[in-house]
């Protein structure tokens, strides 16, 4: 370390923070009103836990982790809660009390429930004012570029996000699902956020903005077709057969488009289009109660006019902690009780019975986002 007059320089450091690795150059800065911090940070593994603090979640308190005994009360807190989305207020005094320059990258992060790969973040703090310009994340073989502007002069933040998703690959998003190792496509996707609060929930809450999705051309196994369509010997067979060489079938698109006022995401345009089905979908989720109202139709007349392709919509439902798939209570019964019984099977098929194949009209809707 090194000090010239009010500045000191801690250079070519390397140590642990937390269940992280962390090295570089930092400078801090004590000749005006307010602290200066400079910081050049690497990382080459990441403990995803580590940046939870940063928006206001709990971090995990497993046997592996480190976290003293607030940490632990404050998890439990949050394990116990029926909200996802984090409560715990900025400390705005902080936020005022010094200004930073600070640029940090890691190659890795530990995420085992996430499948991101990397982080770039530069992070500009002056006068109250927040702006994290790039904060970057490999995810699942693609991206997420995003910069984060967040204005804390006030009583009340003012913070505004912008996002691109772009190649996320499907079957690296969830790559311990069964069904999705025989899936293939790239996600993308725009957000554009403003709002209000001194908390994520509080922020996402009271947000007003768009939020787009999409998924380009890509294909998924014949056994989630089979289970869509409830064509129960075909899925049987693939069951037995543990899915091995299932021909593909191909998606075309895969699109969402919502409006977003006062929290309330408002499909403008919801819609999954396959050679064998083509779903639409209708409805809003709300960012500040954490609940889900969507409800999915399967459209045209099915290929097959057995009595187990009984059309019938799907309702989702719930809380973003605890969702809800069911069929629409207004639908024919066989399909709903059919669907039960894929229940103990597995949730994706139960998710699944109320979709029908079908042919349907090439509508490529998601390419937009999927490049």
Sequence with gaps: MRRDGDVWRYEKFSGTAGDSDLSGTAEIDLRNKRPFLRADLASKRLDVDDLAGFVGAPPKTGSTES??????????????????????????????????????????????????????????????LLRLDPLNFGVAGGDIRSTIHMDA????????????????????LCPDATLAKQASGAIGGELDLRGRGNSIAAMLGSADGAIGVGMGRGHVGNLIMELAGLDIAESLKYLLNKDRQIPLRYIFGDFGDFGVQDGLMQSRALAFDSTDTIIVGEGNISLKNETLDLLLRPRPRPKDRSILNLRSPLRIGGTFKNPSFRPDVKAPGVRGAIAVALGSIAPPAALLATFEPGPGKDSDCGGKYAQ
């Design 67 to 128: 976290a003293n005994a607030e940490q632990k009360k404050q998890s439990a807190q949050f394990a116990d809660s029926a909200r996802i989305l984090p409560t715990t207020p900025y400390d705005l005094s902080k936020l005022r009390a010094m200004d930073a320059q600070v640029r940090w990258r890691a190659q890795r992060i530990n995420a085992p429930s996430w499948p991101v790969d990397d982080m770039d973040a530069a992070l500009t703090l002056k006068d109250g």
């Design 153 to 172: 002069r006030n009583a009340v933040i003012t913070p505004q996000l912008k996002a691109g998703i772009r190649g996320i690959r499907l079957d690296q």
